[in-house]
């Protein structure tokens, strides 16, 4: 069980790049752990040390916002990434598109993971290298995302957004229904396999 998210407020960080890859999120020699946490030295590992940057940038110390560009996560199955990303404090990513696989487990990992229109997003890239103080709050409940006096509507599955608003994931999920997979198994023909 992880902390549920309802409402998010927080500074962004205007990463701004499009296409950026899961190997670019955490480039594979660091994915040999096999724990889920530990991965915030990881987390664009290649690129922290290159001029400009913006995770290197201590005006953005802090951020819980993420603001990528088109196709954040794409590339290969890679949880790390998202690991990565929750370690080092993001809670929310604001991107105009998403790798599939990369935004479903962003979600299964209590990491929001928001759709948005690219003027939108350009706006907010544009207002947060301006002022890395700015704030941008995010309505899970409501489904809104709010800054620079502007609001955004946004829509995520149903079934990630009740996760996310419990602070569950799915084996909590699952370890509720017990008594509802108990009474299946009790049921079952006895030359069937069973579970526990």
């Known amino acids: 069980m992880g902390a549920p998210l309802v409402q998010h407020t927080g500074r962004g960080l205007p990463l701004g790049r499009d296409d950026v890859d899961t190997d670019q999120i955490v ?3 660091f994915c040999r752990r096999i724990t889920r946490t530990g991965y915030d030295d ?12 913006p995770l290197s940038d201590q005006a953005y110390a802090g951020a819980t916002v993420l603001l990528a560009g088109r196709n954040f996560g794409t590339g290969s199955s890679r949880e790390h990434a998202v ?8 809670r929310v990513v604001l991107a105009s598109s998403f790798g599939d696989i990369f ?5 299964n990992n209590g990491l929001l993971a928001v759709t948005l229109p690219p003027d939108g997003l350009n706006l907010l890239l544009g207002r ?11 309505d899970l409940a409501a489904g809104q995302v709010e800054a620079a006096g502007h609001t955004w509507e946004f829509e995520i599955d149903g079934r990630a957004r009740e996760l996310l608003l419990t602070g569950a ?28």
Do not use: M
Request: no cysteine.
């Open 27 to 29: 480039p594979a020699r």
């Open 169 to 196: 994931d799915e084996i909590d999920s699952t370890l509720e229904r017990g008594d509802l997979i108990t009474r299946y198994e009790a049921g079952r023909e006895p030359w069937t396999a069973k579970v526990g």
């Open 83 to 90: 690991w990565a990303l929750r370690d080092w404090g993001f």
């Open 103 to 107: 935004l479903r487990n962003a979600l």
């Open 42 to 53: 990881a987390l664009f590992a290649d690129w922290r040390g290159l001029s400009g940057f």
């Open 128 to 138: 947060t290298a301006a002022d890395p103080a700015a704030p941008i709050s995010v």
